[in-house]
């Protein structure tokens, strides 16, 4: 029996949820967001409150009850308050700067790498090192601070490159020889 897909959403004020068939359409004032749902799952709309249920109790069901729940979940949250992601770049004379809609990222290569904004994420580099990643699509940002990361990832001798504000990077002691 999922627990989190038979809890309930409801659906503060501000925000207009429709259902059309297998597709939700969440509005709010941060945006807008459309997913469509797995046609084995059912949501019913009833006094802004949003409930998931299956059909039957086979394995995949299962699986898609709280997966589906939870995503709903996380696009209401999207459109009322943004994701964000904190990266933070460790290393000497590595830094973050953005120009335009382009973050630029010294990191130790030959030549700077850019990336460009995806549509619906947003950078900001309030100090050289450090970048946060905004949007409503918690997906998306999950996506985009995981593609900046792998410019760089940490290594384990130094701690040189990019992780997550809230990562630990287990340190190895390298050699220890004469």
């Not at 084995?40 to 709309?45: A, D, P, R, T």
């Not at 905004?134 to 985009?144: A, F, H, M, S």
Request: charged share 30%; hydrophobic share 30%.
């Amino acid at each position: 029996m999922s627990r989190i897909g038979n809890k309930p959403i409801t659906v503060p004020e501000g925000i207009e949820v429709n259902l059309d068939g297998q597709k939700i359409t969440v509005k709010g004032p941060k945006g807008t967001l459309e997913r469509e749902i797995h046609n084995n799952m059912s949501v019913k709309l009833e006094n802004g409150v949003i409930t998931v249920t299956r059909p039957n109790d086979e394995k995949e069901n299962r699986s898609l009850h709280g997966l589906t729940r939870t995503l709903i979940n996380n696009m209401i949250q999207g459109v009322s308050k943004e994701f964000t992601k904190q990266l933070e770049i460790n290393g000497v004379g590595y830094r973050a700067a953005k120009q335009g809609k382009t973050l630029v990222l010294t990191i130790g290569y030959s030549h700077p790498v850019k990336m460009d904004e995806p549509e619906g994420i947003t950078f900001e580099v309030p100090n050289p090192n450090t970048i946060i990643v905004r949007g409503i699509d918690k997906e998306l940002v999950g996506q985009t601070a995981a593609e900046v990361r792998t410019k760089r990832p940490p290594e384990v001798y130094r701690g040189k490159g990019i992780k997550y504000s809230d990562e630990h990077i287990r340190r190895k002691e390298g050699k220890t020889g004469k």
